[in-house]
């Protein structure tokens, strides 16, 4: 079984830069292709990113590009996204996970918050 766990969130000014971070259990995460999520208060969940289980070609939705930064540490069993000049509108909680997604594997997530 694999649990993922999200951290690194926090209230941040709009403009702002945060890395959130997932630690990864279990041995078979370098073997996942790993995503990024976000639910935002009263929205359904989305995709952000994604990136293959070696770290090669990163993917992103079209909203993203160019802000959001997706890797990962195998090593580690570590993933990151890095978000830059941060928005209000990027307020919500962030999720990791497998690509497909698993269901059993959701974290708790970290919440990011984009307020002066």
């Known amino acids: 079984q694999v649990q993922l766990v999200e951290s690194g969130g926090g209230l941040v000014q709009p403009g702002g830069s945060l890395i959130v971070s997932c630690a990864a259990s279990?041995?078979?995460?370098?073997?996942?292709?790993m995503g990024w999520f976000r639910q935002a208060p009263g929205k359904e969940r989305e995709f952000l990113a994604a990136?293959?289980?070696?770290?090669?070609?990163?993917a992103y939705v079209d909203s993203v590009k160019g802000r959001f930064f997706i890797s990962r540490d195998n090593a580690k069993n570590m993933l990151y996204l890095q978000i830059n000049n941060l928005k209000p509108d990027d307020t919500a909680v962030y999720y990791c996970?497998?690509?497909?997604?698993?269901?059993?594997?959701w974290g708790p997530g970290t919440q990011v918050t984009v307020s002066s």
């Open positions: 996970n497998k690509i497909p997604p698993v269901e059993a594997y």
């Open positions: 990136i293959s289980s070696s770290g090669d070609t990163p």
């Open positions: 279990g041995r078979r995460f370098s073997s996942f292709d």
